[in-house]
């Protein structure tokens, strides 16, 4: 089975289920400000969603200096753990921190 990385910056954790990346992402790391639209957010899997369920990935562009390569590895991501993960068991564990 293969670990999921943390993938952030600088940061070499890994987990054996993607719930717990995703929980080390919300609790260990710095908040996110959306360049679309000022929002803080959790970094890494919540970023991203909030990116593409929230802007179109013309404004993603625009505002964060991506190109199609950028945005077709962060839908991958995104893609690759909402196939897996239990988000309602994210969310409980988390709580208000999302």
């Known amino acids: 089975m293969s670990r999921w990385a943390c993938g952030l910056e600088g940061c070499d954790a890994a987990f054996d289920a993607v719930e717990d990346a995703v929980v080390h992402q919300t609790t260990a790391h710095e908040r996110h400000e959306c360049q679309v639209c000022g929002a803080v957010v959790p970094d890494g899997y919540f970023a991203i969603r909030h990116a593409f369920d929230e802007h179109t990935r013309a404004e ?25 993960a239990d988000l309602d068991r994210i969310v409980d564990r988390v709580g208000d921190d999302v």
Request: hydrophobic share 35%; glycine share 0%.
């Open 60 to 84: 993603f562009v625009r505002a964060y200096d991506a190109d199609s390569d950028d945005v077709r590895e962060r839908e991958r991501i995104k893609a690759d753990v909402e196939e897996v």
